[in-house]
């Protein structure tokens, strides 16, 4: 199969700031670097594009030659090339004018698959235009690796095409193109819906993983203390994460740290320390009191936007209700866009 991998990874970066190699072993090239390797090695035609040589040393880029890539530093070279397209960069307004570039050149029914964990939806929403009035034939796959190619924990992608919602951003030909492609080197495929992989994957399982510690953790305190239901619970844990959506929606991450009051938060939160389970607790506690100054005054000058607090996916079936049709889903796509498009 043709394959065209957009990005090798910064190895200086992987080695001398992160030190993958200790920390996860392997060993190098990691990343995008890796991956062309692996492809070429099961007998696939891979070209690797990356502009910047300098991301690593001649004797990575040799190994990457001697397994049968095809190195080029420009993108559209590489675009005609592929019937699946990885792009292992991660989201940034380059990556994005990078994407809209290729697409006036790859191969008809090519599968875009996108390797960081940023949601494909909005990748979507920031290319819809381009896939919409020039190229419907082209897919959007999310396949996010479980680590960083290369390193010893690397063993699986997971993949989607189909959101919770229904939607489809490939055909199912195109989906199991890349599924045949990952089975071919020998690694594991797990199916989610499209939503769920950037949860799952990459760094903002950080978030994931603390955050559902943080859920599980206040519903053990609260069924020990109290006799309050589970349904109970849940909507306070709702209210919760919804109030801090909202207001990071409007006001960003400094806007947040404003209005909640950080001094205020970590006092109440040493008060709600009862159980010796709550590690996480004591861990977040000792972050939040730790922020730089230089953070702090930032987060002074900031302005808190007003919000209204509410159940989203409530508003949307109320949407649905009230308006119904193709003006309900042109509203709700509206507002998805909104926070998904840069």
């Known amino acids: 199969m043709k394959v065209s991998i957009y990005g090798a990874g910064n190895q200086k970066f992987y080695l001398e700031e992160l030190k993958l190699h200790e920390k996860l072993g392997g060993e190098p090239p990691f990343g995008g670097g890796a991956m062309a390797i692996e492809f070429a090695k099961a007998g696939h035609d891979v070209v690797l594009s990356e502009p910047e040589r300098d991301v690593m040393d001649k004797e990575l880029w040799e190994k990457i030659e001697e397994a049968g890539v ?51 939806i909005m990748i979507y929403s920031n290319i819809e235009r381009e896939l919409r009035l020039e190229r419907k034939d082209v897919g959007l796959v999310s396949t996010c690796p479980n680590a960083i190619p290369g390193t010893a924990m690397y063993s699986k992608y997971i993949v989607g095409y189909r959101s919770l919602d229904g939607e489809e951003y490939s055909t199912e030909e195109q989906f199991n193109r890349c599924i045949e492609l990952i089975k071919s080197i020998n690694k594991e495929v797990v199916v989610k819906p499209i939503d769920l992989v950037p949860l799952i994957t990459g760094l903002p399982t950080h978030m994931t993983t603390v955050t559902l510690s943080g859920i599980l953790n ?51 939160a040493k008060a709600s320390k009862l159980l010796e389970e709550q590690e ?63």
């Not at 070279?77 to 050149?105: M, N």
């Not at 230089?294 to 987060?299: A, I, L, M, T």
């Open 218 to 268: 206040y519903y053990r305190m609260k069924s020990l203390i109290t006799e309050d239901s589970e349904k109970i619970s849940e909507r306070e844990v709702l209210y919760v994460l919804q109030a801090i959506s909202a207001i990071l929606e409007t006001s960003g991450i400094r806007g947040l740290v404003k209005a909640l009051d950080i001094d205020l938060l970590i006092e109440n």
């Open 70 to 120: 095809k190195v080029v530093d420009k993108d559209t070279e590489a675009a005609k090339h592929g019937e699946v397209q990885f792009i292992t960069r991660p989201f940034s307004e380059s990556t994005i004018k990078s994407i809209k570039s290729i697409l006036q050149h790859i191969p008809r029914d090519s599968t875009i698959a996108i390797c960081d964990s940023t949601p494909v």
């Open 280 to 342: 996480d607790l004591e861990s977040a506690i000792h972050v939040l009191s730790n922020l730089s100054k230089e953070f702090s005054k930032e987060v002074e000058r900031c302005k808190v936007k007003p919000v209204s607090i509410v159940a989203s996916q409530a508003l949307v079936e109320e949407i649905r209700r009230t308006v119904g049709g193709a003006a309900a889903d042109g509203v709700i796509n509206r507002c998805k866009k909104k926070f998904l498009t840069s």
